[in-house]
């Protein structure tokens, strides 16, 4: 009987686990509970002036000890108070909302501010890698005379810019909300075409009092775009080396900062045509050229191979069969140390063009840096390959033009590109430009010795071409560009007609830029002359023109065309 009762028990336990295991296969699903009903979400309280009057400062003696952790420092009491308390004003309203309201939007101004100017310090620098690079890339007996082109273009160029050129260029840009908006620079002159306006000039701005532009603002972007406007000069004074007088130097450089190079910069960056090809015509965002390939690096590049059919090529580097003569410069050592300068300052150049550091999409400084680096690498890479690959050894002087060459060609897109695209536009950039000084070199015999009419001309245009293309969509700066809502596309990713409005550009430059320069040299040549003599030239530049060697514990000896 016991057998019995545990053999029954035994299955009724094992049924039951089998039961629990293998649910019911018409089992009706559960029915779920009903939500409790959402509370209400409490309503805001608006912060009043009443809240603020509790915020304790740090007291005096605690101060006075010393602050090592900065725990003390940078509080309530360091806000500006447009009504405080004091004992000749115990009533006096104190710290507001508003004044908390000011503070922040003046600590924004500030950021940008800051930021704008230390990235224009790092620009200024890049002329002395200009200098070095030049100079390195020239003979010994002319490196006085090349390093004093580099050196006094950007007082000639100040001056220019100064007097004429700041307002021609930026005089009518309108609002800069990331400096605080700049009122002034406000008046445009404009032409109706096609029944559209399209802008020319400013007109606010001479000597920086004009209209009420003696203003912080106004300083700070003066500054900004006065040290890119010298970038653009300085890039001339390569091509034209080692036989250009001097005088016709100051002369043209003036021109070009005071009038060719502004009206450019306008129609691009000033409220100009160009830059409303959007709103205009609907061609993308308009002419978009972030930082400077076009207005910068074309017109420095354009006008540096006008200056450089005009003055001529060097006595001895070409045969009367035309073959080209390889004329080797003195110092590969500054060369290259020229370059890793410029690669310095060009993290001022690209980052800065943001013109903060705040608000508007401008946390992309990080991302504008890195687009900058990676194209300068795969430029120097692009032409050592190249060199390595024809001629069998890794050129020095042409992989460094082709780190210059990738950062030219990143320049106007770095704003608007990811870090794949940018290192396939430097890639490009470094073959274009070993290309590019031989066909200028061997085809339009145009002598320049240091290739700047490559780096920058021929890459400044193959950076302008590449916003067309490799714009991503994801740069977003405020929710528009040039006044048209939306991101800049290029069209490989879905906007061709962002191309249009880039070639457009690009015919600007040569069209426009190319032809004032050469005509402007051509009067220079017919007043001032814009060669030196053949005795000047194989004596060396300094002494004729300078006066002086620059070096001057050297033996140098001049060589003969006719030992040539």
């Known amino acids: ?38 509370t209400p979400a409490a309503a805001p309280v608006p912060i009043t002036d009443a809240d603020l009057k509790g915020i304790e400062t740090p007291k005096a003696e605690k101060r006075a000890a010393g602050d090592p952790d900065g725990s003390l420092t940078g509080t309530v009491s360091d806000i500006a108070v447009a009504d405080p308390i004091t004992d ?20 924004k101004i500030a950021i940008n501010f800051v930021w704008t100017l230390v990235t224009g310090f790092l620009v200024m620098f890049m002329q002395a890698g200009f200098a070095i690079v030049e100079t390195g890339l020239c003979r010994a007996k002319n490196a006085n005379h090349t390093m004093m082109m580099n050196f006094m273009v950007y007082g000639v160029g100040m001056l220019a810019y100064w007097l004429i050129g700041f307002t021609i260029q930026m005089g009518g840009v309108g609002g800069v909300g990331n400096l605080g908006g700049i009122p002034p620079l406000s008046v445009e002159y404009t032409v109706k075409l096609f029944d559209k306006p399209f802008g020319l000039f400013g007109q606010n701005g001479y000597f920086l009092m004009h209209h009420g532009t003696y203003d912080v603002a106004v300083m700070v972007l003066f500054l900004f775009q006065m040290v890119f406007m010298d970038t653009a000069l300085t890039i001339v004074t390569g091509s034209a080396a080692e036989r250009w007088k001097y005088a016709a130097f100051v002369v043209s450089s003036f021109m ?46 354009l006008s540096a191979l006008a200056a450089a059919i005009i003055v001529g090529p060097r006595i001895g580097k070409y045969t009367r069969e035309g073959k080209s003569n390889a004329i080797i410069g003195h110092d590969i050592v500054i060369v290259l140390t020229g370059c890793f300068i410029l690669a310095f300052g ?22 504008i840096a890195v687009n900058t680096m990676l194209a300068g690498m795969a430029g120097s890479f692009g032409a050592m390959l190249y060199m390595w690959t024809r001629y069998g050894k890794p050129d020095a002087s042409m992989s460094g033009n082709g ?23 430097g890639l490009i950039a470094g073959v274009l430009v070993c290309v ?111 006066g002086q060697l620059g070096y001057p514990e050297f033996e140098l000896k001049t060589e003969t065309a006719a030992a040539r």
Request: proline letters at 6%.
């Open 436 to 546: 590019s000084v031989e066909f200028v070199d061997r085809v339009l015999k145009v002598d320049d010795p240091v290739g700047a009419i490559s780096v920058h001309g021929t890459n400044g245009l193959w950076g302008v071409i590449s916003v067309g293309l490799f714009a991503d969509g994801k740069s977003n700066y405020g929710g528009s560009w040039n006044g048209v809502t939306g991101n800049v596309t290029g069209l490989f990713y879905g906007d061709a007609s962002q191309l249009v409005a880039q070639f457009m550009g690009v015919a600007t430059l040569i069209g426009f830029v190319f032809t004032a320069m050469f005509v402007i040299n051509l009067a220079i040549d017919a007043v001032v002359g814009q060669r030196v003599s053949a005795k000047a030239e194989l004596e060396g530049l300094d002494l004729p023109e300078m």
């Open 403 to 425: 780190l210059l060459a990738g950062l030219v060609a990143i320049t106007a897109p770095s704003g608007f590109v990811n870090p794949p695209g940018s290192v396939i536009i």
């Open 88 to 107: 000749k004003t115990p009533k006096a309203k104190g710290l507001t909302v508003a004044d908390m309201a000011n503070q922040i939007g003046q600590n």
């Open 346 to 367: 060009w993290f001022g150049f690209n980052p800065g063009s943001t013109l903060g550091a705040s608000g508007n999409g401008n946390l992309r400084i990080g991302s």
């Open 256 to 301: 070009l900062g005071a009038f060719i190079y502004p009206i450019y910069g306008n129609w691009a960056w000033g409220g100009g045509w160009l830059a409303n090809l959007g709103t205009n015509f609907s061609l993308g965002k308009g002419y978009c050229d972030f930082a400077g390939s076009g207005v910068v690096h074309a017109v420095g590049g």
């Open 1 to 38: 009987m016991k057998r019995l009762t545990l053999l029954t028990t035994t299955l009724l336990l094992l049924a039951s686990l089998g039961s629990a295991q293998t649910p019911p296969a018409a089992a009706p699903p559960a029915t779920p509970a009903a939500a409790p009903p959402a």
